[in-house]
């Protein structure tokens, strides 16, 4: 019996997880644990605590707030911010942050900023563009930085890029040219520069994909999570969150009678009607309405009938020995996060990461 929502997190599986990675990767590898997107739907505090008590020396995340939140939380090790934008470098300053430097213009921006606060020296991280065409200084651009700029406050404490497609079936000739372009790019900073930064490609997938190329780091978070975009990858992992929800009213329908808004579910014989408090405003969104989505009551399968409402949703337990405040799971760690995704044409980081803040999360 539960009496809310709740996500619930195991930190023993995180800990499974923690340790498989750190396992697999040579000794003087780092790991850089991502807890962006509040640590994947898991609470970033909670999990970065978890992770640095477990041995993690460096977090990255992907906007500067988010950063903040974690030194509100306390945590002291490096946070490198993929994603900062111009209006928050400050804040990167403010809370001690690395940012990734992307773009000349955000170079430069960055640049003026430390002169302007007269830092003499701030860690930051170059990103080059190899082929994802997302976010990066292409190979022309990073020439130029190298040549051009003063670098001289920049203390320049990686150069990276991210694979596009790592958890493809190798060889994979688009992942090939892109370690290509890397390798050139490691090769230009050796020739043209006198710093030593480390340098890093992997994600989740990688890891397991490429371990010839862990280089210096590695950046991981849905593996963190118990999943790497493969099965045969996923069995070693264990996810470690549970969406459940109790049910929490019960309707006795005769047939005829309808189910939710626009009466998109109709009884085709006397049924019993379970209600949920859980929505598309808590990510489950309404693409798993209409039969769709299926969920777990006591073993059982049922299926989630009618339109998916804002905080709500409603299942047919016509054939399920249950009552109110029984547990109604949407995913754990037998049927998954990434078996309620395939079941609506998405990937299990959308489910984690699209988990509203007001559901309960609860650790044990
Ligand atoms: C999110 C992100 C990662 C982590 O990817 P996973 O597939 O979750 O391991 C790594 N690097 C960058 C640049 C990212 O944005």
């Known amino acids: 019996m539960i009496q809310e929502a709740r996500l619930t997190i195991d930190l023993k599986c995180l800990a499974h997880n923690y340790s498989l990675l750190r396992s697999m990767l040579k000794e003087e590898t780092d790991l850089i644990a991502v807890v962006k997107a509040n640590a994947y739907g898991a609470d970033s505090s909670k999990i970065a605590h978890e992770l640095s008590k477990l041995g993690t020396s460096c977090f990255a995340v992907a906007y500067a707030e988010e950063g903040a939140v974690l030194r509100k939380a306390n945590i002291k090790e490096p946070i490198l911010v993929f994603y900062p934008q111009m209006g928050q470098l ?10 990734a430097l992307y773009s000349l213009e955000i170079i430069k921006a960055f640049i003026s900023l430390l002169k302007k606060k007269k830092k003499t020296t701030y860690p930051v991280h170059i990103k080059c563009n190899t082929g994802l065409n997302r976010i990066g200084l292409s190979y022309e651009e990073f020439i130029y930085f190298l040549k051009e700029i003063d670098t001289s406050s920049l203390d320049i404490k990686s150069v990276y890029s991210h694979l596009g497609a790592s958890e493809n079936p190798k060889p994979c000739s688009f992942t090939q040219k892109q370690i290509d372009a890397f390798e050139l790019i490691k090769a230009t900073v050796i020739e043209l520069s006198t710093k030593h930064p480390k340098f890093h490609l992997l994600n989740s997938s990688g890891i397991f994909n490429y371990p010839e190329l862990q280089l210096d780091a590695v950046r991981t978070g849905i593996a963190l999570y118990g ?5 045969e990858w996923d069995k070693q992992l264990k996810p470690i969150a549970k969406l459940s929800a109790p049910i929490c009213q019960i309707h006795t329908l005769k047939k005829g009678e309808s189910v939710g808004y626009n009466q998109g579910w109709e009884a085709s014989k006397d049924s019993l009607i379970g209600v949920i408090p859980l929505g598309h405003a808590d990510g489950i969104g309404r693409q798993y309405g209409n039969g769709i989505g299926k969920v777990s009551i006591l073993g059982q399968s049922a299926s989630i ?31 998954t996060a990434a078996d309620l995704a395939d079941l609506s044409n998405t990937i299990s980081y959308e489910v984690l990461t699209g988990l509203s803040p007001r559901i309960k999360r609860v650790y044990i």
């Open 227 to 231: 999943f790497a975009n493969r099965s």
């Open 305 to 335: 009938i009618g339109n998916v409402c804002m905080d709500m949703l409603m299942i047919d337990i016509t054939s399920i020995n249950c009552e109110i405040g029984t547990e109604v799971i949407l995913f754990d760690q037998i049927t």
């Open 90 to 99: 400050e804040k990167l300053i403010e809370h001690n942050l690395e940012p």
